[in-house]
């Protein structure tokens, strides 16, 4: 069975203060890898997709890496409006099914002036 | 550009009760799904199409019916509504890039059973 943890469940950082957010996954042959960013009340955001060991991608504050076992989401000198909960999805290399997301339960960030 | 719009977006029903809630995208997508969202769960997948006339049951289906007549739409349907299934519900769809996906979600429907 598909597994995805993230710690911590709930970060605060002033703003200026980097920091990471770890998502750890157990999978059957990794696909993908997906981060996701929520607002109260929103839908899931569409950040970034990584696909192998090793990657890295970048959008504004956010960096986004990957491993064999896990994937961060560095943040850098972050900002208020940077406050949201963060998710992390794996998609397994199986095939038919469509494209099945397996969900961590997110952190929940916050940054503060 | 609307993307996936779900109505409606609050609901509040008694134990009994149904209710159909509406899925619809305008990026002529395949694929669409149904999650639930709950406090310290994380999203979980209900149903799922993989394309006009065709479901399959995801990770917590029980309580659930879907149907998928047109391209565009996606309905989760709730019989005989129990509070348990008060939840955040999310609609999603993506289409196939060479077996990798994007998953875009729309805004939620706030559903609460009494």
Same mark, same amino acid.
């Given at each position: 069975e598909d597994q995805v943890t993230q710690s911590p469940e709930a970060l605060r950082l002033q703003e200026g203060e980097s920091s990471s957010l770890n998502c750890s996954y157990t999978v059957s042959g990794l696909r993908g890898l997906?981060? *996701?960013r929520q607002d109260p009340g929103k839908g899931p955001e569409f950040l970034f997709t990584l696909y192998?060991?090793?990657e890295e991608k970048e959008k504004e504050r956010l960096k986004a890496t990957l491993t064999k076992k896990e994937s961060f989401l560095h943040i850098t000198a972050p900002k208020p409006e940077d406050s949201a909960? *963060?998710?992390c999805a794996v998609q397994a290399g199986v095939t038919g099914g469509g494209n099945k997301l397996t969900f961590g339960t997110g952190t929940q960030l916050?940054?503060?002036l | 550009n609307a993307g996936v719009t779900q109505t409606p977006k609050f609901r509040v029903l008694k134990t009994g009760q149904s209710m159909t809630l509406l899925c619809a995208q305008d990026m002529n997508h395949e694929y669409m799904y149904w999650y639930r969202q709950d406090p310290g769960m994380g999203l979980r997948l209900i149903h799922y199409s993989v394309g006009e006339g065709t479901t399959a049951k995801g990770e917590v289906p029980d309580g659930y019916n879907v149907s998928r007549l047109k391209?565009?739409?996606f309905l989760l349907g709730l019989e005989s509504a129990a509070p348990s299934q008060t939840s955040v519900y999310f609609c999603a769809s993506s289409y196939d890039l060479q077996g990798w996906h994007i998953q875009y979600f729309g805004a939620g429907t706030r559903l609460s059973v009494l």
């Open positions: 997906f981060w *996701y192998s060991a090793g909960t *963060y998710l916050k940054v503060e | 391209k565009q739409n």
